[in-house]
């Protein structure tokens, strides 16, 4: 009994000790919950976001530089105010899978060269890079990406003129079980069905 509660003892230090990493299987973030009231330079206390290398600003839709959110009172400009724009990267990590993640990027809405963003996932591997005009349009981008356990998602904005591309509605969620194995899936239901009829006709 008293190597019992020792091993439960050991079991749960050791879930408590990786319970801050957790793993998910789905976000969708338009940055509408970080309880702010109006834009925040060079924010990180994002609620499913780190901000690393660098700085991000929380924007507010129709703020005095006139940028437009996607949808909502929130978006993100990935080139924070520090001349060194940050990597947006998400806390947790996903659990093992296919994914469909897509997000809206529009140009940075307010001038000058254009933008390069890397969108990135697991230890660094490029989902893609976009060029983005600072005019460019709001556009939503879709990709299907196979990740492996505690894969993370990240947005990087190159530059560094306090300028970025702005992002809004990431939305990251498993893709269904292709209906393939579902037939299979059914197939064999159906040949144990029939296994079972054929034990009991035998009675
Ligand atoms: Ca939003
Ligand atoms: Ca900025
Ligand atoms: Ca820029």
Same mark, same amino acid.
């Given at each position: 009994m008293k190597r019992l509660m020792s091993i439960?003892a050991?079991?749960?230090?050791?879930?408590?000790?990786?319970? /801050?990493?957790? @793993? @998910?299987?789905?976000?969708?973030?338009?940055?509408? #919950?970080?309880?702010?009231?109006?834009?925040?330079?060079? =924010? #990180?206390?994002?609620? #499913?976001?780190?901000?690393?290398?660098?700085?991000?600003?929380?924007?507010? /839709?129709?703020?005095?530089?006139?940028?437009?959110?996607?949808?909502?009172?929130?978006?993100?400009?990935?080139?924070?105010?520090?001349?060194?724009?940050?990597?947006?990267?998400?806390?947790?990590?996903?659990?093992?899978?296919?994914?469909?993640?897509?997000?809206?990027?529009?140009?940075?809405?307010?001038?000058?060269?254009?933008?390069? @963003?890397?969108?990135?996932?697991?230890?660094?591997?490029?989902?893609? $890079?976009?060029?983005?005009?600072?005019?460019?349009?709001? $556009?939503? =981008?879709?990709?299907?990406?196979?990740?492996?356990?505690?894969?993370?998602?990240?947005?990087? /904005?190159?530059?560094?003129?306090?300028?970025?591309? @702005?992002?809004?509605?990431?939305?990251?969620?498993?893709?269904?079980?292709?209906?393939?194995?579902?037939?299979?899936?059914?197939?064999?239901?159906?040949?144990?069905?029939?296994?079972?009829?054929?034990? #009991?006709?035998?009675?």
């Amino acid at each position: 009994m008293k190597r019992l509660m020792s091993i439960l003892a050991v079991s749960s230090f050791f879930f408590a000790s990786t319970s /801050n990493a957790a @793993i @998910i299987s789905s976000l969708h973030d338009g940055f509408e #919950n970080e309880g702010q009231l109006s834009s925040v330079l060079n =924010y #990180n206390s994002f609620t #499913n976001w780190d901000v690393t290398d660098g700085t991000v600003d929380l924007i507010q /839709n129709g703020n005095q530089w006139g940028i437009q959110c996607s949808t909502g009172s929130f978006c993100v400009d990935l080139d924070g105010s520090t001349g060194d724009a940050g990597i947006l990267s998400t806390k947790d990590g996903f659990s093992a899978g296919k994914y469909k993640v897509s997000f809206e990027l529009s140009g940075n809405q307010r001038g000058g060269p254009f933008d390069q @963003i890397s969108v990135l996932f697991g230890a660094g591997s490029l989902l893609n $890079h976009l060029l983005l005009d600072w005019d460019e349009n709001w $556009h939503t =981008y879709s990709f299907l990406v196979d990740l492996v356990d505690g894969d993370k998602l990240s947005f990087r /904005n190159f530059g560094g003129d306090n300028v970025g591309a @702005i992002l809004d509605n990431v939305n990251v969620s498993a893709v269904p079980i292709p209906a393939a194995v579902w037939l299979f899936g059914s197939g064999l239901m159906g040949f144990l069905a029939m296994r079972r009829k054929m034990k #009991n006709d035998q009675i």
